[in-house]
T-cell receptor, first 114, second 112 residues
């Protein structure tokens, strides 16, 4: 069973701090990785995608991928109360039929305290 | 924002009745998905479509059927609703099918 694991949290950080969210995956053949943000009662929203090892920055968000260690992380700099949400990690892998399949983690709840 | 709408947004129904949820997109994206989201289970794929009249099962397809007769519409049908199908249902679309999904606002279904 291919899995994506996240710490459920809640992760609590003070306003202005760096929030670090982690995700590990089991399938070494995974090729693309995504972070979604979901506010309470709302639908998930794509915030970052990463395909190769290293860092990818977009504004206050940085995604980090380490395929050798099978983890992907999301850093949020200068955290704001509006960043308080659940962050979902999703990994695109191949299923038994050699078709692409998106595996979702259960999400990490982030609370940014003013 | 991606043009994707779901209807109805809220529905309460009784066990054994048929229910159809509709997803409509204006983006002309090839891929469309139906997920359900439940506490402790996260997002689970019910069915997906990779083109008009091309659909396939996801991990929790039992009790559900889908149809896609036009690029813009993807229907999810519960032939005989059960209480275990009480959930929030999300439709999503994707141009390339790699994992960049745009989600609809969700449909909250309660089966009594």
């Amino acid at each position: 069973q291919k899995e994506v694991e996240q710490n459920s949290g809640p992760l609590s950080v003070p306003e202005g701090a760096i929030a670090s969210l982690n995700c590990t995956y089991s399938d070494r053949g995974s090729q693309s990785f995504f972070w979604y943000r979901q506010y309470s009662g709302k639908s998930p929203e794509l915030i970052m995608s990463i395909y190769s090892n290293g860092d990818k920055e977009d504004g206050r968000f940085t995604a980090q991928l380490n395929k050798a260690s099978q983890y992907v992380s999301l850093l949020i700099r200068d955290s704001q109360p509006s960043d308080s949400a659940t962050y979902l990690c999703a990994v695109n892998t191949l299923n038994a039929g050699n078709n692409r399949k998106l595996i979702w983690g259960l999400g990490t709840s982030l609370a940014v305290n003013p | 924002d991606a043009g994707i709408t779901q209807s109805p947004r809220h529905k309460v129904t009784e066990t054994g009745t048929p229910v159809t949820l509709r997803c409509h997109q204006t983006e002309n994206h090839r891929y469309m998905y139906w997920y359900r989201q439940d506490p402790g289970h996260g997002l689970r794929l019910i069915h997906y479509s990779y083109g008009v009249k091309d659909t396939d099962k996801g991990e929790v397809s039992d009790g559900y059927s889908v149809s896609r007769s036009k690029t813009e519409d993807f229907l999810l049908t519960l032939e005989s609703a059960t209480s275990s199908q009480t959930s929030v249902y999300f439709c999503a679309i994707s141009a390339l099918g790699r994992g960049e999904l745009f989600f609809g606002e969700g449909s909250r279904l309660t089966v009594l």
